[in-house]
């Protein structure tokens, strides 16, 4: 079964094509890595998959619902840690989760013992009750996972949810994500720069570079394809046409100038 099906997805703001054409598929269960470069695209196509932007052409269905006709039930069926955060500072850590559990409409029972279960997992139930503007950046990120968690969701969207973080922060929290994948079997979508973690958690990976999908595939196979020793090295290959093909005009220019001047 396939959590996320995307098909001939486009999106235009005025004269820029930010999604160009891109179609493939998520399947239940599984942890999807999407990278590219800055601006490729990535932020936008999460933003339409999760109903805060409207595609301008082609098709999403997010486990089985079209964001775009559907949004409550796409809304019901994924949590979403945001690149940047969103934690209410003013409250506590036990605050925090209980209004997005509230929102979601889960049963006090039920969200009481759910959010007791989460802080556990993340280590945060000795500081369910301080506010969070005392906590550290890679606490707010715990506590950030335990929200999108919260209301049972089939799917979590991560937009570079470790960015900034130090590697040993880095690490509990994707030890926290690989639990719960296992654990509920949560589908993980998730982009980021750190490509040794898209080499170590990913069961597959697309790369989109100027709004097209230009790879897509298992790191093995990746880097396989373009005869690299890494994931890093098999990205780099993949993209940046656009940037090398200006970076090289730019280089013949200068020569040509220089060629004048020696004149």
């Known amino acids: 079964m ?7 997805l486009g999106k235009k703001f005025d004269d820029i094509t930010a999604v160009d054409d891109i179609s493939f598929n998520v399947v239940k269960g599984e ?25 301008t052409s082609g098709s999403i269905l997010v486990n089985g619902f079209d964001p775009a006709t ?33 929102l979601y409409d889960v049963p006090k029972k039920i969200r009481r013992a759910r959010i007791n279960e989460l802080l556990q997992l993340v280590e945060l139930e000795k500081r369910r009750d301080d506010l969070v503007k005392e906590f550290s950046g890679g606490m707010k990120r715990r506590l950030e996972i335990a929200r999108g968690l919260l209301h049972h969701p089939q799917i979590i969207f991560l937009d570079e949810p470790t960015l900034g973080l130090d590697p040993q922060t880095r690490n509990h929290l994707w030890n926290y994500i690989k639990d719960m994948n296992q654990k509920e079997g949560i589908t993980v979508f998730f982009s980021t720069h750190y490509m040794e973690e898209a080499d170590r958690m990913a069961d597959r990976i697309a790369i989109i570079d100027n709004g097209e999908i230009v790879a897509e595939g298992t790191a093995q196979l990746l880097k396989e394809q373009t005869a690299s020793a890494t994931l890093e090295d098999a990205f780099l290959k993949l993209t940046g046409k656009a940037i090398r093909e200006e970076g090289a005009k730019g280089i013949d220019k200068l020569r040509t100038m220089r060629h004048v001047w020696k004149r």
């Open 31 to 55: 942890i999807f890595a999407f990278l590219g470069p800055n601006g490729a695209g990535k932020t936008t196509t999460i933003k339409m998959f999760t109903t805060l932007l409207q595609p």
């Open 70 to 102: 559907q949004p409550n039930d796409v809304r019901r069926s994924f949590g979403i840690i945001f690149q940047d955060p969103s934690l209410d500072d003013e409250l506590t850590a036990f605050e925090n989760l209980e209004f997005h559990g509230v």
């Open 2 to 8: 396939n959590m996320i099906e995307v098909t001939h």
